[in-house]
């Protein structure tokens, strides 16, 4: 099983800044990736960022240039982190933490509770 913790919500005007933090704890693989979603209020969960074991990133289209996903490997926890910048009011949603391990026979999925993110106008 993997344990997610998130934090770093809250409330902010737009153009401001938030950093979301995710740790995860137990069994992850070597081979994963951790990624960052949202949904906001009538819409669907949507992919922001992710970045795999390897290092290599991927941006929803409406975050590049903005947002910034990065990772620590560092401890027994691995940490994954999205730094927000130049929020808008169209960031508004819950952000959910999520973790995909691997190997040859098995696959770990696993999401956080979410934290919310408001930005106001």
């Known amino acids: 099983q993997v344990q997610l913790v998130e934090s770093g919500g809250g409330l902010v005007q737009a153009g401001g800044s938030l950093r979301l933090s995710c740790a995860a704890s137990?069994?992850?693989?070597?081979?994963?990736?951790m990624e960052w979603y949202r949904q906001a209020p009538g819409k669907q969960r949507e992919l922001v960022a992710g970045?795999?074991?390897?290092?290599?990133?991927?941006?929803a289209e409406s975050v590049k240039g903005r947002f910034t996903i990065s990772r620590d490997n560092a401890n027994a926890k691995k940490t994954v982190y999205l730094q927000m910048n130049s929020l808008k009011p169209e960031d508004t949603a819950v952000y959910y933490c999520?973790?995909?391990?691997?190997?040859?026979?098995?696959?770990?999925?696993?999401w956080g509770q979410g934290t919310q993110v408001t930005v106001s106008s």
């Open positions: 999520h973790v995909l391990s691997y190997n040859d026979i098995t696959r770990l999925d696993s």
């Open positions: 970045i795999t074991s390897g290092g290599s990133r991927n941006y």
């Open positions: 137990g069994t992850i693989f070597s081979s994963n990736v």
